[in-house]
């Protein structure tokens, strides 16, 4: 969506599946995504929001040990992130609270994670660097029940 001072894009990054059997198109979707954005951004900020399906680092897991080699922490998906991010964009919940741990925003249905915290962050706000001084703050809606994800919410101060 175009709005007069940014665009919002709204996106579900392709999961590098079970086993990794979808990894190569994962890779290919991550330079594609990232020059989008850049182009985007090159004409007025950007805000991205949704399902990126990646635990960026060790503080955006329950278990990062036992995760390496599965879907959504590998390190070729973690340097994605990396790179998306050195492009000029901030993660904003982790520019908020850079240490916040065990704060997630997915968790399987399996073995009542949700309850025990079991989770991922896979979930994000993402601002171009030049818009960050212009965001309030971003929540995790975890108590907000219904899905295995939680909603996210992005604050922006309010505009001159």
């Given at each position: 969506a175009e709005y007069p001072t940014f665009y919002l894009v709204t996106t579900y990054v392709p999961n590098a599946g079970r086993?990794?059997?979808?990894?190569?198109?994962?890779?290919?979707?991550?330079?594609?995504?990232?020059?989008?954005?850049?182009?985007?951004?090159a004409k007025k900020p950007v805000i991205v929001c949704g399902d990126l399906n990646v635990a960026h680092k060790e503080i955006d897991l329950k278990n990062p040990k036992t995760n390496t080699k599965n879907a959504g922490f590998t390190k070729e998906e973690r340097d994605g992130f990396?790179?998306?991010?050195?492009?000029?964009?901030?993660?904003?919940?982790?520019?908020?609270?850079?240490?916040?741990?065990?704060?997630y925003t997915f968790w399987t249905y399996m073995m009542n994670c949700r309850a025990k915290n079991v989770g991922w962050r896979l979930d994000y706000m993402l601002a171009s660097n030049r818009l960050v001084d212009k965001v309030a703050d971003c929540i995790h809606r975890t108590d907000v029940l219904g899905s295995d994800h939680c909603p996210i919410t992005l604050l922006l101060t309010k505009p001159n």
């Open positions: 086993k990794l059997v979808t990894l190569d198109k994962r890779m290919d979707w991550d330079p594609k995504f990232r020059k989008h954005l850049q182009e985007l951004d990396s790179t998306l991010l050195e492009a000029g964009f901030t993660d904003v919940y982790r520019h908020f609270y850079p240490e916040e741990k065990d704060k």
